[in-house]
Each structure stands twice: as structure tokens, then as C-alpha cells.
């Protein structure tokens, strides 16, 4: 019965390590807008192990969503494929959305890695989530 329990207390441990496990992305993109000078106040990420996206979900600061798009020269997107790209991994009611794509050099990082697309979204709950996808190569 011990080794059962001790079985049991490892198998939770191990799930809750799995959980709060991600990719990298939202770590790799703070530093990336940190090295800009680009702090969000950030609610929470997500970054499946299993993909290559993720989000940061920060609070909405127009000063800090005006430096996101004007640094990285993000343009607004209203419709179409480009649009439902940015929202794809959300399940947000978007209000506006930004968004840079096509690997610019504004997306390479320190690493070496680089970013497909960058997107902003904002919601109705004063919300901007921070999209992103690493480029394959």
C-alpha cells in the first residue's frame, strides 16, 4: 500500500510539472519586447508543448499597445485570412487586431530563432493578448 501511495503522490507530481510546462514562446517573446523596452502587464500565458504559438494575455495600456504596433511597424487587420490567423489558438471576442507576418527582421531573436507573425489582440474586458509563432527552420 505504500509504494501504491508513493506511486500515486510522483504520477501527481509529474502532471502538475507536465501542466505548467510550455514551449518556450512567452518567455522568448518578454525578452524579445523587453529588449525593446516593451514591459507588458501580463495576466497569464499559454504555449503548448505540442506547438509552435503561443500568447501572453496582459492588461490593455493603450502606451504600451501604441509602442507594440509602432514598433514593430504592425499594421491593423479587419478581415480575412490574415485575421483569422492572428485569432486561431483564441477564444476571445476581438476587438481590434494587429499584426506583423512574413519573418521580418524585426522578429529575430538573440537566440537565432525567429518569429513567423506577431499579432495584437485586444478584447472587450480591456484585455490584449500578445500572439506569436516561431518559424519553421
Known sequence: MRVA???AVALAFEL???CTVDNGLPTDLRHHLAERGIELQELESR???SGRYGHIVARKDMATLQRLTEDFAMRPVAEGAERSHCLKTLAVAAVD???ITGRPASLKLRSGA???YMCVV???DNK???V???AYG
Open 114 to 116: 525567429q518569429f513567423e
Open 97 to 99: 487586431v494587429w499584426a
Open 47 to 49: 504555449a503548448p508543448l
Open 5 to 7: 501511495h508513493q506511486f
Open 132 to 134: 506569436a509563432e516561431y
Open 128 to 130: 490584449m493578448y500578445v
Open 122 to 124: 485586444t478584447t472587450p
Open 16 to 18: 502538475l510539472v507536465a
